[in-house]
C-alpha cells in the first residue's frame, strides 16, 4: 500500500470550507506540507507544519495535525473558485535520505459557483 | 518571476530524438531535484543533486541522463525514450546541506510537459 494517501476528489461549493485529508505512516516524519498545483502549473507550497505542533494557521489556510493518528488536515476557509486544483500532501524524514518528500496522490478539489 | 523556471514548456519528441531539458533556480538553493508527475500515479522523484553532487538515483533508466554543472542549474538529457515516458517533468530545488537542513521545504518549477510519439 501507498504510504500518503488522500481521498482523490473534493467537491464544495463557493463560500463553504474545505476540509482536505491525509494519512500517513512515518511516525518519524518531522514536517509536514501542503502543495497546490493549479493546471499546467508545478507545485506551488502552502504551507507547512513542524510534527511538534497540533495546528497552524495562516489566513484562510489552517493545517491541524494529529501525530498520534498520523492524519494531516488541510482546511480552507470561504473557500473560492480559484482554489479548485490539485492539493498535495507529503512528508519526510525516512532514514537518511536528505531531502526526499513522499507524496499523496493528491486531492483534486473543485468549488463550485 | 518565479524562483524556479525550466524551460521548454512543452516538447514533443520521437523514441530515437536527443533532447534535454532546463532547470534554473533563482533562490540560492544548493539541492536540485528531478521528478516525474504521471497521470494516475503519485509524484516520482527521480534525482536528487546536493552541491552538484548526486545524491540520489531513484533506479530511473539510462536512457535518462542527469547534469548539474552548479547549484543553481540542472539538466535532464533525454535519449531513445519510450511512449510511457511521456509526463510532466517537475524540477525542485531547496536549501539543503546537512541532516539539519533536511526539513526546508522544495520550491518547484512550472515543469516541462514531454510527449513521446
Known amino acids: 500500500g501507498e504510504d500518503v494517501e488522500q481521498s482523490l476528489f473534493l467537491s464544495v461549493r463557493e463560500g463553504d470550507s474545505s476540509v482536505i485529508n491525509c494519512t500517513y505512516t512515518?511516525?518519524?516524519?518531522?514536517?509536514l506540507y501542503w502543495y497546490k498545483q493549479e493546471p499546467g502549473a508545478g507545485l506551488q507550497l502552502l504551507t507547512y507544519?513542524?510534527?511538534?505542533?497540533d495546528m497552524k494557521q495562516d489566513q484562510r489556510l489552517t493545517v491541524l495535525l494529529n501525530k498520534k493518528d498520523k492524519h494531516l488536515s488541510l482546511r480552507i476557509a470561504d473557500t473560492q473558485t480559484g482554489d479548485s486544483a490539485i492539493y498535495f500532501c507529503?512528508?519526510?524524514?525516512?532514514?537518511?535520505?536528505?531531502?526526499?518528500?513522499?507524496f499523496g496522490r493528491g486531492t483534486q478539489l473543485t468549488v463550485w459557483p | 518571476e518565479t524562483g524556479v523556471t525550466q524551460t521548454p514548456r512543452h516538447l514533443v519528441m520521437g523514441m530515437t530524438n536527443k533532447k534535454s531539458l532546463k532547470c534554473e533556480q533563482h533562490?540560492?538553493?544548493?539541492?536540485m531535484y528531478w521528478y516525474k508527475q504521471s497521470a494516475k500515479k503519485p509524484l516520482e522523484l527521480m534525482f536528487v543533486y546536493n552541491f552538484k553532487e548526486q545524491t540520489e538515483n531513484n533506479s530511473v533508466p539510462s536512457r535518462f541522463s542527469p547534469e548539474c554543472p552548479n547549484s543553481s542549474h540542472l539538466f535532464l538529457h533525454l535519449h531513445t525514450l519510450q511512449p510511457e515516458d511521456s509526463a510532466l517533468y517537475l524540477c525542485?530545488?531547496?536549501?539543503?546541506?546537512?541532516?539539519?537542513?533536511?526539513?526546508?521545504?522544495?520550491?518547484f518549477g512550472d515543469g516541462t510537459r514531454l510527449s513521446i510519439l
Open positions: 512515518d511516525s518519524s516524519s518531522t514536517y
Open positions: 525542485a530545488s531547496s536549501r539543503l546541506a546537512s541532516t539539519q537542513d533536511s526539513n526546508q521545504p522544495q520550491h
Open positions: 507544519i513542524f510534527s511538534n505542533m
Open positions: 507529503a512528508e519526510n524524514n525516512r532514514g537518511s535520505t536528505l531531502g526526499r518528500l513522499y
Open positions: 533562490l540560492g538553493h544548493n539541492a
